[in-house]
């Protein structure tokens, strides 16, 4: 995956020395669904491309391809048309047309221990059929583990986790083949019907100021720390010569 990144990104600049023209537009169409276990780091490249290089979009088809059928043709119309929306809007300036799939701008987990993601171009967010959205993962102690994912005020809401997480992943893997035995899989489109991208992103960990004050007593650490949720500190106080120890404050800040 990243000697094609490293190779596209050349392409990109040899085409625009070929054509002088540094502003140039660059349309790409992001992997749909096959049976080839590398595409999900391919399709995280590609939007990374996209993110990474001006004037660079990356078209999302990820409710396209068949598991066995790497250019199935009842799809290529529709894949040029979510293309020709990025053109129209970000090239030619059309605000009304389609534009990008949404994709996360912020992911913030709080004290109820849920997750809550924001995305770019959310307005009408909705599933394909009620109830959880499936796809998504959360990363918790190194592994991987499957939330309870709703959609609540046009943001992803991820619960039913244990413990502290510091990743999610959405559609991290080839195809929906496993879900065509529970009804079919649960897509994420927004009010222009475009899919929810596939992404994996770091998340926001809440952190805290904690204060600590000790009459009679010294502290083993500055007597303001900062300490993100579920973290741990040891603190260690030794009372004053000729001192015993009557009181210690500690007080947490949001």
Known sequence: ?????????????????LFNNDDLTFILAQLPQYCINEWADFRQVQ?????????????????????YDIHPTKDKYQFATRAEGIAMKYVYGDLNASGLSPYPTSLYYDDDSKIEISLSDSEGLHSLYRGKVDGFEVLVNGK??????????????????????????????????????EGGFNYVYN????????FVEQISIPKYNV????????LSCDNNIEVEKGGRVTIKVTPDEGYALEEIT???IK
């Open 1 to 17: 995956a990243q000697l094609y990144k490293n190779q596209y990104i050349g392409y990109i600049e040899e085409m625009k020395e």
């Open 47 to 67: 939007w990374d491309i996209m993110r990474e290089n001006d004037n660079t979009y990356t078209c999302c088809g990820i409710d396209f391809g068949e598991y």
């Open 144 to 181: 991987w583990v499957v939330p309870t994912a709703t959609i609540l005020n046009e943001k992803i809401v991820l619960t039913n986790f244990n413990g502290v997480p510091s990743s999610v992943r959405y559609f991290y893997f080839d195809n929906v083949e496993p879900y065509d035995n």
């Open 191 to 198: 009010g222009k019907n475009l899919p929810l991208a596939p």
């Open 211 to 218: 204060s600590i004050e000790s009459k009679h007593g010294t």
């Open 250 to 252: 500690v007080n947490v």
